[in-house]
Nanobody, 128 residues
Framework: QVQLVESGGGLVQAGGSLRLSCAAS????????MGWFRQAPGKEREFVAT????????YYADSVKGRFTISRDNAKNTVYLQMNSLSPDDTAVYYC?????????????????????WGKGTLVNVSS
């Protein structure tokens, strides 16, 4: 069982930046593909970004491409989401998720399909 704990959310003005962190309990963290997702009020959860076990492959939703960067530090069992040029449309609860074989299929990885483990989320609130 992998436990994931997100942190770094908060209130930020439009145009600002935040960095989210997700700490994993699993000592074999580096075997997992990781992803970030978000759910805005009244909307369904949506894919944001994924990263391969080595960090060498990343995918992003079109809505965040060029503004958000996913990265990982396997020595610290942590995955990050650097968010720049934030807008009120980015307001949501952000979730971290893991799947061991995520990058076995590029179609899975491009959308973050079938994630096995989820954190409880961290709220990002972007004011206009």
């Amino acid at each position: 069982q992998v436990q994931l704990v997100e942190s770094g959310g908060g209130l930020v003005q439009a145009g600002g930046s935040l960095r989210l962190s997700c700490a994993a309990s699993e000592r074999t963290f580096n075997n997992y593909g990781m992803g970030w997702f978000r759910q805005a009020p009244g909307k369904e959860r949506e894919f944001v970004a994924t990263i391969s076990w080595s960090g060498g492959i990343t995918y992003y939703a079109d809505s965040v491409k060029g503004r958000f960067t996913i990265s990982r530090d396997n020595a610290k069992n942590t995955v990050y989401l650097q968010m720049n040029s934030l807008s009120p449309d980015d307001t949501a609860v952000y979730y971290c998720a893991a799947r061991r074989d995520l990058f076995r299929s590029s179609s899975w990885a491009r959308q973050g399909d079938g994630m096995d483990y989820w954190g409880k989320g961290t709220l990002v609130n972007v004011s206009s």
